[in-house]
């Protein structure tokens, strides 16, 4: 993978993805469709967006008993999206039977690469240690749950930028490390407690970025996307 910019559509339907769209006319863009999107679409739009030379991420974060995410995976796998997603909270068994359902489901096409969310960025250590009940560092949390993503043969996580070098270190830089909770610094972080620009994200040798609202939310999209290209290419100074 090529350090790419992932942009979030988050968005409510296929109209309001195109009138976005039409701020990039000429580009190849990786773009996620999250759970607001493909719930209200399905399939579709996957294949919309692949036949107009996208890459695709379908985030939807299966998390359910090992048996479920093999059979939803199957079927997942024959969308051909790029990226598809678990929860590594789901365990190890269950992250091995994503993996089997996408090998069954691919045919003769590439198997998508697999990741695990460890910590949602929207979560913070105080929150972590109060409400899930899991009384380690937020740190030592996501290098818990990397590692047992690795051991279930996963292609990477889903983590922030905070924790991308431990991870690479750790677990090796092959292993991915796509990080939401990005922004440019006068961005508002919103519902997001981890945060770092995309300059940072690359210092801290993250594999991929996932950028929405600062995008999506923006009066000038294309513009918004080409300073946090530049930032995550390191030409843009952005601390
Ligand atoms: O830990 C996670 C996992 C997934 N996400 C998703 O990324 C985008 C981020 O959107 P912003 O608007 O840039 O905050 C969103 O689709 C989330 O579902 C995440 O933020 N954190």
């Not at 769209?21 to 999250?34: I, Q």
């Not at 008993?65 to 093999?70: G, H, L, R, Y």
């Not at 690359?202 to 609202?213: C, H, K, L, P, T």
Request: hydrophobic residues 40%.
């Amino acid at each position: 993978m090529k350090k790419p910019l992932i942009i979030a559509l988050d968005f409510a339907g296929k109209d309001e993805v195109n009138r976005f769209l039409t701020h990039f006319e000429n580009e190849k863009l990786f773009l996620k469709v999250g759970m607001e999107l493909f719930f209200q679409e399905g399939p579709s739009i996957v294949y919309e967006l692949k036949e107009k030379g996208h890459e695709i991420f379908l985030d939807l974060k299966l998390h359910d008993i090992p048996n479920t995410v093999k059979s939803a995976m199957k079927g997942l796998a024959g969308l051909g999206c790029d990226m598809v997603n678990v929860h590594a909270a789901g365990g190890k068994a269950m992250m091995e039977a994503a993996l089997e359902g996408l090998e069954a489901g691919r045919g003769s096409g590439k198997r998508p690469f697999c990741i695990a969310v460890t910590q949602l960025t929207s979560t913070s250590e105080q929150q972590m240690n109060s409400e899930q009940l899991i009384p380690v560092t937020l740190n030592e949390s996501v290098l818990h749950y990397a590692s047992l993503a690795k051991e279930a043969g996963l292609d990477g996580v889903v983590c922030s930028s905070l924790e991308a070098r431990e991870i690479s270190a750790r677990l090796g830089e092959s292993f991915l490390t796509v990080t939401p909770g990005i922004r440019l610094l006068t961005d508002d972080a919103g519902d997001q407690k981890r945060v770092a620009t995309p300059k940072f994200a690359r210092a801290e040798g993250a594999s991929a970025i996932v950028v929405g609202r600062s995008i999506t939310k923006s009066e000038n999209p294309f513009e918004k996307y080409i300073q946090c290209k530049q930032s995550w290419e390191g030409v843009l100074n952005e601390a």
